[in-house]
């Protein structure tokens, strides 16, 4: 999700191991984030917006980190096509990255950038996006507004638009996950099998609101909405607008190999001016979805609140960032319990039909069965 995409790249891409993960601690440590955190000066970027102006930085700022995910070296200037030449790297380990829909989920802007149509509603249940009822109705007669007002969209025969998000995935987890019914799937599939396809979906869940721009696929070919690869459903073309939509994208993953365990590494809670702003531009609020994904975590590694107030604030360099992040995880895991926040229960808790007895599948685990099952 989102930043975290860059890793999971590189180790789905080079394996864990003690080489692989020094070579990760190091980057991180020396990460320049000056351009990312001098974008995130609050007060600047409301005006901003206040007055409908830009405030997303270039796609190309997260180009070093592309490069260090493929495994490439990084030139100062390097574009993102000569990055991906240089890299010969294949996923190796089961990799799932999520992505929101910018098409599918866009709320038509009002007079301002702070205002929006409300013309279609969010499922939380399935991330499904439909078009309100009366709204259907109008555009099924006033086509000609229809194409002026969502050139991006065809209209269907029903009201539903499509899924929320898409997930990026090696060929191991597309044939997994497209076995799950599309109207229970939380996201659409798009293959990944090149270095192109994996700078993508870093990209993609990257680019969250008012920090990166919408990426568009360059290939919606490898796309599959339904169950036919290369067909959009009812987008013409297919943009992703970052990873918010999913904090932890565990459920579908979870359902399908009942087995799984999920740690996950915190999220926090967008201020409130932040939670609507995403509500207005992209229909989801942000807040029942984290809790909606916290009933899948077993492990939770996430910050103590104080600590996450000096992240927030930029009190910390990356290397200490780094520091409080290793000894918070290493506090969660010996103690081996999940840290209770508020939590929501999905529609969908149970195995796919199919795979085992249809019962909710036990969450809030920690990770002490497995380490044993690992073990012996």
Known sequence: NSGGSILAVYFACFGFGDATIDRATEKIRAIDLAAIHGNEQ??????RLLLNKHTELSNDALNEEIAFALG???????????????????????????????????NRRGASALTGRWEKRFDRDNYDVVWQ??????????????????????????????????????RSMFELLRQIPVEQRLADLRLIDTPADL??????????????EPVVDPEPSKLLTDRVLGELGNTVRRSYCGGFVMPLPAQDARRMIPELYVLGTSSVPLPPSARKLVETWYLVDTQPLLYQCNWWCDLDTSPAEDDKRKIAAHHLSP?????????????????DAYVQGLVLQPKFTA??????????LPTH???????????H
């Open 42 to 47: 609050l007060s600047a970027k409301m005006q």
């Open 72 to 106: 490439c070296d990084y030139h100062a200037g390097d574009n993102l096509e000569a990055i991906v030449a240089r890299a010969d790297c294949r996923p190796r380990l089961p990799l799932l990255i999520v992505a929101a829909n910018a098409e599918v989920l866009s």
């Open 133 to 170: 009822n009366e709204v259907f109705d109008f555009y099924r007669e006033h086509p000609q507004q229809f194409a002026a007002h969502a050139p991006d969209l065809r209209l269907g025969d029903s009201p539903r638009i499509g899924k929320a998000a898409t997930y990026f995935v090696d």
């Open 199 to 212: 700078a993508l979906a870093i990209r993609a869940s990257s680019a969250e609101p008012t920090y990166f």
């Open 319 to 335: 290397d200490e960032e780094w520091q409080l992040g290793y000894a918070t995880a290493d506090g969660c895991l010996a103690k």
């Open 351 to 360: 195995p796919v039909a199919g795979r085992s007895e249809p019962l909710p």
């Open 365 to 375: 685990r920690g990770l002490n069965a497995l380490r044993f099952a690992t073990s």
